[in-house]
T-cell receptor, first 114, second 112 residues
């Protein structure tokens, strides 16, 4: 495996379910990110983990809970979501503090909340 | 707060034309700027990365320029092909694990 891998690719969940999104990077990067992409809106940065420490939380509702057990893995735990949370969730990684080679994105998880 | 604007929002041109996509940003204190391509329902594919000290980057039929002082970047696509149809996203990076700030994208359709 190379690059940034996200699983599952598609997820349908009810509002009372609990599920988790997984992201794994094989690039040796030390920072990982969760982004949300909704229709008609720019990609929104949700969470940043730098050296496994969360450094950014852009006012994301508590029903989204990130976890970064090591610099290669990132999870997004989901519970009691709302239909408006349906979106494409993208994971990215970079080498900080100077991302000379830019950011690498995964293929995303398409989430549908019913 | 950094804001990124992309113009036009949508563009449809016949195959073979050369075209320019525009990106502007409000805060010139950037570390780098990255252009991505996104196909429907898919993730982001990096096309070109320009460091703040650079003026342009080229890859095949693509050329991206950066004028940091005026807060502008352009993506030039030469001899467009139907396979170029996608959404093109411009994103600026502040470095220091700040992540990227994205524009809304330009939805490009190349007519055969």
């Amino acid at each position: 495996e190379t690059g940034v891998t996200q699983t599952p690719r598609h997820l349908v969940m009810g509002m009372t379910n609990k599920k988790s999104l997984k992201c794994e990077q094989h690039l040796g990067h030390n920072a990982m990110y969760w982004y949300k992409q909704s229709a008609k809106k720019p990609l929104e940065l949700m969470f940043v983990y730098n050296f496994k420490e969360q450094t950014e939380n852009n006012s994301v509702p508590s029903r989204f809970s990130p976890e970064c057990p090591n610099s290669s893995h990132l999870f997004l735990h989901l519970h009691t979501l709302q239909p408006e949370d349906s979106a494409l969730y993208l994971c990215a990684s970079s080498q900080e503090p100077n991302p000379y080679y830019g950011y690498t994105f995964g293929s995303g998880t398409r989430l549908t909340v019913v | 707060k950094q804001e990124v604007t992309q113009i036009p929002a949508a563009l449809s041109v016949p195959e073979g034309e050369n075209l320019v996509l525009n990106c502007s940003f409000t805060d010139s204190a950037i570390y780098n700027l990255q252009w991505f391509r996104q196909d429907p329902g898919k993730g982001l594919t990096s096309l070109l990365l320009i460091q703040s000290s650079q003026r342009e980057q080229t890859s095949g039929r693509l050329n991206a320029s950066l004028d940091k002082s005026s807060g502008r970047s352009t993506l030039y696509i030469a001899a467009s092909q139907p396979g170029d149809s996608a959404t093109y996203l411009c994103a600026v990076g502040g470095g220091g694990a700040d992540g990227l700030t994205f524009g809304k994208g330009t939805h490009l359709i190349i007519q055969p």
